[in-house]
């Protein structure tokens, strides 16, 4: 073939590529060009290509230079080709749109219904001039029991009351086995080892009980723990300090009726319980008293000189009876519908 010829079927080809390329409206259409003219196989192009092989021997070096030119600007303007419908994708993604449509609300987590009540509680009694002050979940046999007047005779300790854990500490307590805290009561002895009276402290957290659970009960609760050790201290002011807790935190007097009970707690003398009026009847809320002798001098106060008084309450149940909740389950089952109405 001359060297002309080839030259001239190689533009014509180029153009009608171009061509193509440039008018093909959706990704099918280009690729269709595409096999048409560069496809590997029979694709135009190739067609050429097979035609190079009858040019003179001496004009082969200018036909296939040519041939790679014009191979690189097919190449080129299919590139564009693809950009451009790329280009108009991008473009109808960018399209107005009806800012009168609904927006899609976001939604904002807030805090646990439990975690609000402790943090009010924690509001108010400061405000009554008690500091908050935190203690070890896990417990030791001193803590839990010992110091309290729990002797190692007392059904309280008893495993069936109890969460143990299966490993005795090593060199710690005689061996004797951890827990997980049956109550804040083991806060009052930890602040009074280390402080001098007087003392006015609380602390909030959980406490771990086998309980069976059911409408009241939990095996996990938190409690509010309440200690107050000066001169002078008696059952009237334990009286005062829970009332005027109570009328802040349920919003007034009128609002929730509170009775004292006479009752039994192995580190309180006298000692109370303490009900709130719920649902036509009355619901247990904590246990109170004035602090046993026996636990101050475990602690090394006189109780010649100091006395005290200390109150544990149910944390749930304060906030259920707040909200109308009836079951201290609804609290643990992660149910956000009912969460999110707090
Ligand atoms: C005590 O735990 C004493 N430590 C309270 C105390 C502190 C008395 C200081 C004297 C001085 P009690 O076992 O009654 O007491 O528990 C106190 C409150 O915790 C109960 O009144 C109740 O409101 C709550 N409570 C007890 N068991 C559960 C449970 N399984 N689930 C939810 N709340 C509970």
């Known amino acids: 073939m001359a060297l002309a010829d080839f ?3 190689l533009d014509a080809l180029a153009q009608q590529a171009r061509d193509a390329f440039a008018t093909a409206n959706s990704a099918d259409a280009l690729e269709a060009a595409r096999i048409e003219f560069l496809g590997a ?10 035609g190079l092989g009858s040019v003179e021997k001496s004009d082969k070096p200018a036909a296939g230079k040519r041939f790679n030119e014009i191979k690189g600007l097919m190449e080129q303007a299919f590139e564009t080709a693809q950009e451009r419908l790329a280009g108009r994708v991008r473009e ?8 009168t449509l609904p927006g899609q609300t976001v939604r904002v987590g807030h805090l646990h219904p439990i975690t609000q009540t402790i943090r009010e509680m924690k509001d108010i009694m400061g405000r009554l001039g008690f500091t908050a002050v935190e203690g070890p979940e896990i417990e030791d046999d001193w803590h839990n029991f010992e110091a309290l007047n729990i002797p190692l005779s007392h059904p309280a300790r008893d495993p069936l009351d109890n969460f143990y854990l299966a490993t005795a500490e090593k060199g710690c307590q005689d061996e004797k086995p951890l827990l997980l805290r049956s109550q804040t009561s083991t806060v009052q002895i930890r602040v009074m080892e280390k402080t001098a009276p007087p003392v006015r ?29 000066d001169r002078g201290v008696t059952m009237a002011d334990l009286k005062s300090v829970l009332r005027l807790f109570c009328q802040s935190y349920f919003g007034g007097d009128d609002q929730v009726h509170v009775r004292f009970r006479p009752s039994f707690f192995p580190f309180t003398e006298p000692s109370v319980e303490v009900d709130m009026n719920w649902q036509g009847g009355w619901m247990e809320m904590g246990g109170a008293g004035m602090v046993d002798p026996n636990v101050l001098r475990a602690v090394g106060y006189d109780p010649e000189e100091v006395t005290g008084f200390a109150f544990g309450l149910g944390v749930e149940r304060i906030c259920m009876r707040q909200h109308g909740i009836t079951d201290i389950r609804a609290l643990y089952q992660n149910d956000v519908r009912f969460l999110s109405q707090f």
């Open 7 to 9: 030259l001239a079927s």
């Open 201 to 229: 402290i609380i602390s909030l957290g959980r406490v771990y009980r086998p309980d069976t659970a059911d409408a009241t009960h939990y095996p996990m609760f938190h409690q509010i723990e309440g200690l107050l050790i």
């Open 41 to 50: 196989k029979s694709g135009h192009l190739r067609q050429v290509q097979k």
């Open 92 to 99: 109808s993604a960018s399209e107005p749109f009806d800012v």
